[in-house]
C-alpha cells in the first residue's frame, strides 16, 4: 500500500512549489499586498465552509473511535479560533461580501463534495491530508512571526506542537486506511493553483 511519505515524494516538484510560493514568503516578511490578503481570504472563507463539512464526513466515517475524537477536536478548533480568524481579518480588510469562486476554490469545492457524498474514509482522510499537511510544511518555519496579527495568526494556526500532532494523526490514519493517489494529486495541484489565484 502506498504510504503518505511515497506520495509527498511522488509529488514533489508541486507540492515544494506550493510551500515555496511567493504567497507563502512574503506572508512570512508581512508584505503581502492587503488586496492580495484579501482576495485569499475571501476565497479561503469558501474553502473552509467546505472544509468543516468534510471534517464532519471524517467525523462521521471514522472506523475507530479515537480517530473520531481527534478529528471532532480539530473540527471545533477550525470552527472556533480559525473562524474568529476569518471574521476579524476580512473585516479589517473590509472583503466581508460574498465572492464567487474563482477557479482553483471552485476545484476544491467539487474535490471536498465529491470526497463528502462518497463517505469513503480513505478518501476524505486523503484531501484532509493534503489541505493541513502542505499547510504546516508551509507554516514549519524557525522564524519568528511577522509582527501583524493579520499575517503572524494565519501562520500560528498552522504550525506549533498541536497542528503537527494532528497531521501525524491525519498521516497514520491514510497509511492505515489507503491514500487516493489520484485525490492527492489533484489536492497538491489546486493548493498551488489556489496560491497563484490570490495574485488575481
Ligand atoms: C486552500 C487551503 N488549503 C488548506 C488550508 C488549511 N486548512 C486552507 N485554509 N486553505
Redesign the pocket.
Known sequence: MITSADLRHRHAEVWDAAVRHRFVDELWAGTVDDAVMARYLAQ?AL??DA?VALLGAAVSSADEPGARMAVARQLGLVAGDEDDYFTRALARLDAAGPVEPLPPTAG?LTLMESARRSGEYATIMTVLLV??WL?LDWADRPDPAPTDWLHAEWIEL?RGPAFAAWVALLRTEVDRVGADEAVFARAVDL?RA?FDAAYG
Open positions: 479561503d474553502f473552509l472544509f476544491f489541505a493541513e499547510y498552522h493548493e489556489f
